[in-house]
């Protein structure tokens, strides 16, 4: 039975496609300026003001070991009862019907929850879930700086 409920949003991280479940997403759109996040892990770019909510910029093509673009072209936003942050990628390229769909089992990658298949080839469907954990892993792990005295 097709899934007219869902949709998914596709995008580009190099070369290869993933999607997310539209429903987790807040907003898409170029990304904003950044304010630097003290003493967090390198996959964190920074942090935007999105509508008055502190939201942190995590460089996804880095979180997946992807060798993306520095300067990513597009930010996906989560919803705040997801997490509060925001996806850098390279490209955003449509959003599909659960219709136009079919699902696969994916083994691509840790955070892979599925592969879907499209018209016009496939994308992984990314386990938010899995990724979140392991953003905010990274960030709890983050070593602060030792304070030193001196004589």
């Given at each position: 039975m097709p899934d007219q409920?869902?949709?998914?949003?596709?995008?580009s991280l190099g070369t290869s496609r993933y999607a997310l479940d539209l429903k987790h997403i807040a907003e898409v759109g170029d990304p904003p300026q950044l304010w630097p996040i003290p003493f967090s892990s390198s996959f964190y770019h920074g942090?935007?003001?999105?509508h008055g909510d502190i939201v942190a910029a995590l460089h996804l093509p880095s979180l997946l070991g992807l060798t993306g673009s520095n300067q990513p072209q597009k930010i996906?936003?989560?919803?705040?009862d997801?997490?509060?942050l925001?996806?850098?990628v390279d490209t955003v390229v449509r959003i599909v019907s659960g219709e136009e769909v079919s699902f696969k089992p994916s083994q691509k990658s840790t955070y892979s929850a599925a592969t879907l298949g499209l018209t016009d080839g496939e994308a992984t469907l990314l386990d938010l879930d899995k990724l979140?954990?392991?953003a905010d892993k990274r960030?709890?792990?983050c070593p602060l700086p030792v304070k030193t005295s001196s004589p």
């Open positions: 409920i869902h949709k998914y949003l596709i995008f942090a935007l003001n999105f996906i936003v989560l919803h705040k997801i997490a509060s925001a996806l850098l979140v954990m392991e960030m709890r792990n």
